[in-house]
């Protein structure tokens, strides 16, 4: 391994930096964030689609009352994974190619702090996504919910391996997810261009950041709900056993600590992202940056106070529930300030009506309404109507798929030029906003009322006659609308990759650093490393001695060389994983030799060759 | 050990500080809010065992208070082991080192002769709460003492091949942050497990 990696080193070494050798392992040993950000980014929109049939199953068994096409079991499967899938698999993934591509371009660096450490974190989230979702072949998938809740999961509810899967997987994701986001902090904190102060960071680096935080300080909690879970299930412990004193609320409270930050792990990537966009659509600098960044920051911190509004309905007291709404209740501030300062931003600007943009402004109108009936919910005595019925499903369907997947949209529509070099076909990228709002809308906004009218959530069927069957029917058709506009994206991406149009460096005309190289960006991004002086550098005047550009006199830099290790110990951790799946100690032992081997072999591999 | 994972990136560092150093720092910051779920747990689940062994019948506190010492002073070894590296002196900096592991290792060793005395004594993972979460709690500390031993283990061989100097001064200061943790860790068990029966 060690000859290969060398021989890959020396081709990469001195005049062919720029340009990438090919071959598949030349991936799978590279440690540059933009082909880590590539991986992350396919593979993340695979397990999106994935998801998302799980969700057409879903809505084909409920298009018609007492239907028979999935039964219960598989239906619990279903929804299970659908959201396991769509939180660890599709959005946060989806997010961290963003970080992974765009970051280090935005703050003018060469590559993350840890590059090995980056490659590490892809692997270990690629095999742990394969690994939760093998279950399906070894006797069903995980079917507890994407919340796991005790003792639905006890050995005693949940016999079998199913709810292992889950358990382990999870474990898994959760090291992965550390690893990236202690990455991401300490690149952010510590690569920052000359001249680039806190205050000057794009808004997209500065929501990557506190979502790098929101995920080292949530992950422990849920780490150890996993853990005492799979005591409980493998030793026998007796964390969640009722009669021994044990207490299933307290899996609710470590998932839920968890939980609610996580909606901000998935939503402020994206709040990031239209935050970029906005602007360079409206022409003028986004109005009152300070209050975007610290509301983001007032948004991450108020999270960690609100998780039992997941619990209203559990009998807390009314002491907890008053206080857990009013929390609750205020984090709607923050968010408010971030949507003005928007529309301030667009108001008498310039708009350039193109696909970013359009996704943008898809995304605030579908947040706000999601933003609305979360507000409704934070009141305890509203949800207590509400909790468990497809109300729920609405909101946070209007917050996750409306408000952040809108967003990752902007943000696929704004920077894949930068990622292939090539431009999106805009008439197609309207036509894919269109359908999928309207198709969106036509799905999600009635089951509101399925919800108030108080059709249960997690049921696989309804009986005729409780005047269900039109709204299920519209909810139905809408997701297949919804499902086949996703085709219509798929089909611009490989227009783009056949026939797409040269995107040049700034495309957009942007004003952050990464429309300042190429695209794509050779693969040392900057020759040399740029210098700013103002929050958006393309913008400003005296950017004249700041923006060197490709100056050919100079040297190509010396970039990492790649490493099989990052991926052998994330192999190692996945062996550990099926061990412990299988309950055969042996197999923990090799999957802990393989770790060891890895780690010490990154340990003492020099970075360059 | 000459090339560090940062070192390549580190054509400046807009902080001034080093990349690794903040690494550990967040990492530390991660390990609290871990061990402070743990410990949440177990003061969650603190008498409510509907069966005995309680901790009072267990717990012998005079012994841990013997091994609690061990540990503390091996972060003053490491604290020598440090300045010791810092100032160029390798051969009282593989002292140290070795030191801070052996006391380490004597920590790990009081702490399996426990768990082995409270399972003779009938405390297992499945015999109450207190069980479960004792072994847990003071399990994943004694997890983190290993990963800790085997680090400085190494750091000690590096030394002994010439391959760990002055000038990786950072490198043993990086354990030391690691290795201080877990002992303050450590502390808070102490005083909440032992002390506060
Ligand atoms: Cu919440």
Redesign the pocket.
Known sequence: MSATGATAAEGGDHSHEGTYSGGPWSWITTVDHKRIGVMYGLSAFFFFLVGGIEALLMRLQLGSPENTLIDPDLYNQLFTMHGTTMVFLAIMPLSAAFFNFIVPLQIGARDVAFPRLNAFSFWLFFLGALFMNASFLFGGAPDAGWFGYANLTSTQYSPGMRIDFWVIGLMVLGVSSIAGALNFIVTIINLRAEGMTFMRMPLFTWMTLITSFLLVIAFPAITVGLVLLMFDRMFGTLFFDPLAGGDVLLWQHLF?IF??PE?YILLLPGLGMVSEIIPVFSRKPLFGYAFVVYSGILIAFL?FG??A??MFAVGLGPVANTVFSAT?MLIAIPTGVKIFNWIATLWGGSLRMQTPLYFSLGFISMFIIGGLSGVMHASAASDLQQTDTYFIVAHIHYVLFGGVMFALFAGMYYWIPKITGRMLSDRLGKLHFWIMLVSFNVTFFPQHFLGLHGMPRRTFTYESGLGFEAMNLMSTVGSMVLGASMLIFLWNVLRMLRKGEPAGANPWEGSTLEWSTTSPPPHYNFRVLPTVHSRDPLWAEDTGDSMPGDDPSVADPHMPGPSFYPLLSAVGIIVMAAGALTTTFPVVFVGVGVLLFGVYGWAFQPLEH | MSHTEAAAMEVHSATGLSSRKILMWTFIGSECMLFGSLITTYLVYRGKSVVGPYPEDLLNIPFITVTTFVLLMSSLMMVLALAAVQRGDMKWGKVWLFMTAFLGMVFLGGQVFEFTHFVHEGLTLKTNLFGGTFFLLTGTHGAHVAVGVIWLLSLFLLAQRGRLTQANAETVEIAGLYWHFVDVVWIVLFTLIYLLV
């Open positions: 839920w939980g609610h909606v999270g609100v998780w509004h997941h609750t």
